[in-house]
């Protein structure tokens, strides 16, 4: 990634996608849209103190997977996908 990239504005396709993708999860698992965004900042803070990361391409998704006892078999699971651009040392 060349630092060029670092400062590019998202275009509003993006901005839209982005939104969506939130809105569809946070229906899925009842879980706001603000609060999605709220786990997102938290574990990005959490991750950028021990590597360099880069939360524009950053996707956190919260769906529900078999395998629990309750609710009909199925629990909420919490998938992230973050580029990492350098491990600090």
């Known amino acids: ?3 060029l990239n ?3 504005r998202k275009t509003s396709r993006q901005i839209a996608k982005d939104r969506l993708k939130i809105l569809l999860i946070s ?3 009842n879980c706001s ?5 709220l786990i997102k900042n938290d574990i990005a803070e959490v991750i950028s103190k021990y590597m360099k990361i880069d ?4 996707d ?6 078999a395998g629990g006892a309750g609710r009909n078999g199925k629990v909420p699971v919490l998938y992230a996908n973050i580029p990492i651009l ?4």
Not at 86 to 89: A, F, P
């Open 33 to 37: 849209p603000e609060m999605m965004e």
């Open 27 to 29: 229906d899925r698992v």
């Open 6 to 8: 670092f400062f590019r």
């Open 86 to 89: 350098d491990l600090r040392n």
């Open 1 to 3: 990634m060349s630092i």
């Open 55 to 58: 939360t524009s391409n950053m």
């Open 60 to 65: 956190i998704q919260i769906s529900k997977t």
